[in-house]
């Protein structure tokens, strides 16, 4: 799907597993942005990769409906066809199954924009943000798994590595930017790529604002502006830091 | 306290009421870095206030030790010393009292840094949110409240509220860096406050990394080198927006 969203496994999923149709849809399943999926990257499929892709789809409708405090494994076995004994032998309880919904997320292969420009790429990201953010179908899994770190020690621990896994794949960007000489060297691509995710999460989850999509091209072109003005080189690299780095 | 905390008001709340001493103490009331009040804005106290401020008390250290799925008007009523029938009166239940305890925490005297340059006032700011973050102490409230707004859309609109006047105070850091000529005219003070918080509160928040201080001095550097670009020049106002902001 996207770098925000921590359903972006769910396509992948049903390719991979063909996860029962009409069980239990998640509504994030049907609206990912992110369409192209090389066909060599789709596993292949088989009861236990169907199994659980039935069950994390269970486990985002459930924290979507209800919130990580309404999540249950008895609503889990019941919307996945899955027994209750199963579901606390492999994955121990709701913990883990929110855990693992979130690992299988991380699992697919979303690709970084590549538009040509650094800009292009920024203002790309931002507006996967944006597009995540602005329909309700597409917010509610990445808003509730958000929710639910605020609760489980265990599910904040995998979105970290979620995004950790996201972010690591963004870096590409950053990369190519140095390449074409519209990046310093030395720029860390870590912060950059942060920097253009996170006003637009502050506001919808954090300050309860509304997006549009000018704040997304307003967030890329700032932080294009920051990355060109050498403000996020680490300190041991490169001379190239016309400004903004030092206090 | 600070932009980014909404227990800013705790301190204003004792100083006004008095808050019965040994009254469940929340643990953000000791530990708030911006120490001045102005007195002309410590109101009268009273009864009403303290009852106010003992509820509020009540509602923080309920909400940062159960969440707000555990909170209670039972729990608030045990720890404020307020009767059950007077808090359903005046508050409705939870999300009133919820609700209430931010709009409070936003009725303190709390000004922006002045340190005299942008820059300057940027890495304090962001500084300011690090110092509430890399506290667990201070870290709790706003964290739970943010939490809270999650499952709560009195909380959320509350939170809104907070953040939304918090932000307007800040807009004096801009105006007087385009006086002092470090920010071009039209440079557009919402996006550039939030901007300065937003990656920290994304981190400790969403993405669930650890902080430092470099990151806020990193955040602040990057925001003010896009200001000094004009990135986040509005469109309508001045031409004076050398690059960045533009596609």
């Known amino acids: 799907m996207n770098t925000e969203s921590p ?13 029962k149709a009409g069980s239990t849809p998640t509504r994030t399943d049907t609206a990912a942005p992110n369409a192209s999926q090389p066909p060599g990257t789709v596993r ?5 990769a169907r199994t659980r892709a039935a069950v ?11 919130g990580y405090p309404g999540l249950t494994v ?9 027994h209750k004994t199963t579901l606390y032998r492999r994955w121990g309880g709701v913990e883990g199954l929110v855990a693992d919904a979130l690992d299988l997320a991380g699992e697919d292969s979303w690709t970084p924009p590549d ?72 720029t860390d691509a870590d912060a950059v790529v942060r920097a253009v995710s996170a006003p637009l999460f502050f506001r919808v989850l954090i300050t309860r604002e509304p997006l549009d999509e ?23 690299t490169t001379g190239a830091t016309p400004g903004g780095a030092t206090g």
Not at 44 to 48: A, K, L, Q, W
């Open 115 to 186: 538009t040509g420009t650094l800009e292009g790429d920024l203002r790309a990201l931002a507006r996967e943000v944006y597009d995540t953010f602005s329909d309700p179908a597409t917010a509610a899994a990445p808003s509730a798994f958000i929710a639910a770190a605020f609760q489980s020690e265990r599910a904040a621990d995998a979105l970290r590595g979620f995004y950790a896994e996201r972010f690591a794949r963004c870096a590409d960007v950053v990369r190519r930017a140095v390449e074409r000489g519209e990046a310093p060297a030395g």
């Open 7 to 19: 359903t972006s496994g769910s396509r992948a999923g049903r390719r991979r597993g063909g996860a």
């Open 74 to 82: 008895e609503y889990v076995a019941e919307h996945s066809g899955v």
């Open 214 to 236: 000018a704040l997304a091209d307003q967030t890329a072109a700032a932080v294009h502006a920051a990355v060109s003005a050498g403000a996020y080189t680490t300190s041991d």
């Open 44 to 48: 292949p499929g088989g009861r236990t």
């Open 56 to 66: 994390r789809d269970a486990v985002l409708t459930g924290l979507t409906e209800h």
